[in-house]
């Protein structure tokens, strides 16, 4: 099998980004450049190009060489977008948020969209998300998101309800600027947020009201059954009705 021809160049224009592709990571282009300084081994790291000359595999590389003026090395090659995916899987690199939006961004497939604009929207974790939504994020979902194979309940009633219940919320905490704000993107709280407001007999309204009063007891928990013991506190105090949980 003839090798690869490796070919070079100094015009970085002639390189075309991919829009689903993972977002680039300035603090990775640091580490790059950190290491290219230390010693420039950038010829035995090609990037792949496919046809068009879109970036499939290698724009952290190719933003570290364009800052530092070096010549690029690169292999263009009739590859496919799902190589991006795959590459940054077997690298680590993607997260499932970058997952996401691949599937949304290249192949419209709607359950992806929707959790694209829902990540957006509400500055969730991917696994604050899922667990949001189901209550759970376990390995099998995560290998299904991966796979492109993860399916949303789009026409249910009570995902619509717990992404608005959330958005009430989180935007109660960034208006009292409660921090760590992470601490309540995590599946641990949105899996706990999603227990609370489930309950017979939960009142949105009740329950902000009392987080007005008691916002100050929002503090990180180590799991979701202790956030959810929380925000039940939070909600039962002085409550001539409140939530009794089995």
């Known amino acids: 099998m003839q090798p690869p021809n490796i070919l070079k160049t100094s015009d970085y224009s002639i390189f075309k980004n991919v829009s689903f592709n993972r977002d680039k990571n300035e603090k990775h282009i640091r580490n790059v450049i950190k290491m290219i ?3 420039n081994l950038l010829h035995l790291h090609p990037i792949l ?3 068009d ?3 499939i595999d290698g724009q952290h590389r190719l933003e570290a060489a364009k800052e530092l003026g070096l010549e690029v090395f690169y292999i263009q090659s009739d590859l496919s977008y799902e190589h991006i995916l795959s590459s940054n899987l077997i690298q680590k690199n993607a997260s499932l948020v ?3 939006k691949f599937y949304s961004l290249k192949d419209q497939i709607p359950d992806y969209v929707f959790l694209h604009k829902a990540l957006s929207d509400y500055k969730l974790s991917a696994k604050g998300l899922i667990g949001l939504i189901f209550g759970s994020c376990s390995p099998q979902m995560v290998e299904q998101i991966k796979d492109g194979k993860f399916r949303v309940p789009l026409n249910e009633s009570y995902l619509i ?3 608005e219940a959330y958005g009430k919320f989180i935007g109660f ?5 409660i921090r760590p704000y992470s601490m309540f993107s995590n599946n641990n709280f949105t899996i706990a947020f999603r227990n609370l407001i489930r309950i017979n007999g939960f009142s949105e309204q009740v329950f902000m009201n009392k987080l007005d009063m008691r916002w100050f007891d929002l503090k990180p928990q180590i799991n979701s059954k202790e956030w959810t013991r929380q925000l039940i506190a939070i909600y039962n105090w002085k409550n001539q009705n409140p939530l009794e949980v089995a």
């Not at 905490?173 to 600027?177: A, G, I, L, P, W």
């Open 49 to 51: 190009v496919n046809k």
């Open 161 to 163: 309800r717990n992404l």
């Open 173 to 177: 905490v960034q208006e009292k600027k």
């Open 53 to 55: 000359m879109e970036v």
């Open 98 to 100: 970058d997952v996401i």
């Open 37 to 39: 300084n230390k010693e």
